[in-house]
């Protein structure tokens, strides 16, 4: 797996997305300020607040016919471009907060230059997947609309509401690629120590020159000094981007909620104001927002779920080696206790806070957020209907 090669393609891929302000030096193995991204995150703030103005345009035929047909629907959009106004200013700044956190990992991370593997392919995938899935929905969108544009002040509505997701989707993004390679050195780590103890293992103990012991002695805490470099680099980078993986879990929820509200009045009302081929544009819509956000949530789950594996399986190695009592030299003993204990009790390999890496708390979350907007949904459909109900009551009753 090429290390230079994966932060290379995922720093062009969080530039061109405006997350980052930063280009990755492959010489020095860290990212430092690029002034062309500065003027391009510039740029962008410039066509995000064209857009953004276009949502308190009176003429605008689009929100009036929103607003008269669900106020709540449209209440939720403006909480939406509430929300990405602030997402899209808290970046920009954690995006530049978070460079020190990220050069430090990288420190722990070695400058690979091997050949194309199967987890360097597994990392382009965990990096592209939800775009690759959103611009299948595009095209099949464009294709429905027969490749027409929409009007001008239609389009420039999404992008007010887009363009803060994207850009604040950059820092999942990082988090994925960085958790895979932070992996990966685990993984090489627990290969590394494997075959220092295992050589040591199928010497004659009693004959073992004093030379050889001081030797692996120094070998295993080389190695130990790494991994708790590791350990403390990652915790310190997941922390930084802690809040702005919350800020997007947030837009999520918001646009999980639209979606399902949306759907559930279209299927018992709206869909009588869209023909055939509006509907097709309708559902293609609707279902990009769960697709898109469940890629989001697996991709997270995958890598979290791999690392966690491997912290056990490294456990579990450590521990099968230290069970041969009478083959392990006992000067190695000590060492390999220690690295298990670091493997048990550092914060970024044991998932046991409630930080944004947490595997349970992924899903506690996501739960919470299922169940939340299925009873905000519920109740809202429910009171409409008994308001209905009240209004038919009453037409009777004048009658």
């Known amino acids: 797996m090429n290390n230079s090669r994966i932060l290379r393609t995922t720093n062009v891929v969080l530039l061109l ?41 009176t003429s605008s035929s689009t929100l009036k016919v929103l607003k008269d047909t669900s106020p709540f629907l449209f209440g939720l959009i403006r909480m939406h471009l509430v929300l990405g106004a602030k997402a899209f200013l808290y970046a920009v700044y954690s995006s530049v907060k978070a460079v020190s956190a990220v050069n430090r990992l990288l420190e722990a991370l070695p400058i690979r230059n091997s050949e194309f593997k199967k987890d360097e392919a597994l990392a382009y995938v965990l990096l592209s997947s939800t775009f690759v899935i959103l611009c299948s929905f595009a095209i099949y969108i464009a294709y429905e609309m027969k490749f027409e544009p929409p009007p001008l002040q239609d389009a420039m509505l999404g992008m007010a509401l887009f363009f803060p997701h994207l850009i604040l989707a950059g820092s999942v993004r990082l988090y994925i690629v960085l958790s895979w390679l932070s992996r990966g050195q685990l993984k090489d780590l627990k290969k590394n120590v494997e075959e220092e103890l295992s050589v040591n293992l199928t010497m004659d103990t009693a004959n073992t020159a004093s030379t050889s012991v001081t030797v692996f002695t120094k070998s295993l805490e080389n190695l130990k000094t790494k991994l708790e470099t590791l350990g403390a680099n990652f915790f310190i980078f997941a922390q930084s981007l802690k809040h702005s993986v919350m800020f997007l879990f947030a837009m999520h929820a918001n646009c999980l909620l639209g979606g399902i509200y949306s759907l559930t009045y279209y299927w018992n ?13 309708f559902y293609a819509a609707n279902a990009s927002i769960y697709a898109c ?15 966690e594996n491997e912290r056990r399986n490294f456990i579990e190695a450590i521990d099968f080696l230290l069970a041969q009592r009478k083959l392990l030299s006992k000067k190695l003993r000590p060492i390999a206790k220690d690295l298990r204990g670091v493997l048990k009790t550092k914060v970024c390999f044991k998932f046991d806070k409630p930080v944004q890496s947490n595997i349970c708390y992924v899903c506690l979350m996501v739960s919470a957020q ?5 009873l905000i949904v519920t109740v809202r459909y429910l009171n409409d209907e008994i308001l209905l109900l009240k209004e038919e009551i009453s037409s009777t009753d004048d009658d």
């Not at 009302?269 to 544009?281: A, G, N, P, S």
């Not at 989001?296 to 791999?306: E, G, N």
């Open 17 to 57: 997305m405006g997350y980052q302000r930063h280009w990755f030096e492959k010489k020095e193995h860290r990212f430092r300020l690029s002034i062309p991204s500065v003027l391009y995150i510039f740029f962008l703030g410039v066509v995000y607040a064209a857009c953004f103005s276009q949502h308190f345009d």
């Open 370 to 374: 299922v169940i939340i907007i299925t």
């Open 269 to 281: 009302t709206w869909y009588v104001l869209f023909e055939d081929r509006k509907r097709r544009i």
């Open 293 to 307: 956000i469940a890629s989001d949530y697996i991709c997270l789950m995958v890598v979290l779920f791999t690392m």
